[in-house]
T-cell receptor, first 110, second 115 residues
């Protein structure tokens, strides 16, 4: 997997956009970037993934820089239920096994 | 869509017991399923990858005779922890994906406690 680097933790205000950065400077051309989150005592939840283009779905938006060395997950209107550990993962193309690092512990505050 | 069901959600049993955990993809066919383990305050660690109809591939350090994996159909994989001991107590989580580029979808995990 390409090594990814995320902040250990961040606080966000309820109702505001939450911008979660991820560096993946060693990513290769055919490696996707996947975002998952894990709410306490639950299995991880898939959020979004992308290769080059920005992506948006009902949960979030994913902005990938043109050089693909970093990306930002945007939660447009954070709610208290978005409090979780967020993982940015760039698996090798072959096999696509996910390697979970430490992630970013996001706390949404009222 | 893309729902993965894991059962049971919690197991408490005596040392020496074998425990079977089921992972089902409810609304898609999963060519590949994965089994993870998560200890308290740690991240998920991949244990093994299983493809339907073939033997599972285990990660380094995971004993295949201890953790038996069966992926007999495109919607079901099972993990059996044989002769479980207290050090096997952990949160076991499965995931499934439909194809190589498709995202993995996770079950809600099984909390295993060995007394």
């Amino acid at each position: 997997d390409a090594k990814t680097t995320q902040p250990t933790s961040m606080d966000c205000a309820e109702g505001r956009a939450a911008n979660l950065p991820c560096n993946h400077s060693t990513i290769s051309g055919n490696e996707y970037v996947y975002w998952y989150r894990q709410i306490h005592s639950q299995g991880p939840q898939y959020i979004i993934h992308g290769l080059k283009n920005n992506e948006t779905n009902e949960m979030a938006s994913l902005i990938i820089t043109e050089d693909r060395k970093s990306s930002t997950l945007i939660l447009p209107h954070a709610t208290l239920r978005d409090t979780a550990v967020y993982y940015c993962i760039a698996p090798k193309a072959a096999g696509n096994k996910l390697t979970f690092g430490g992630g970013t512990r996001v706390l949404v505050k009222p | 869509g893309a729902v993965v069901s894991q059962h049971p959600s919690r197991v408490i049993c005596k040392s020496g017991t074998s425990v079977k955990i089921e992972c089902r993809s409810l609304d898609f066919q999963a060519t590949t399923m994965f089994w993870y383990r998560q200890f308290p305050k740690q991240s998920l660690m991949l244990m093994a990858t299983s493809n339907e109809g073939s033997k599972a591939t285990y990660e380094q350090g995971v004993e295949k005779d201890k953790f038996l994996i069966n992926h007999a159909s495109l919607t079901l994989s099972t993990l059996t922890v044989t002769s479980a001991h207290p050090e096997d107590s952990s949160f076991y989580i499965c995931s499934a994906r439909q194809g190589a580029r498709q995202p993995q979808h996770f079950g809600d995990g099984t909390r295993l406690s060995i007394l």
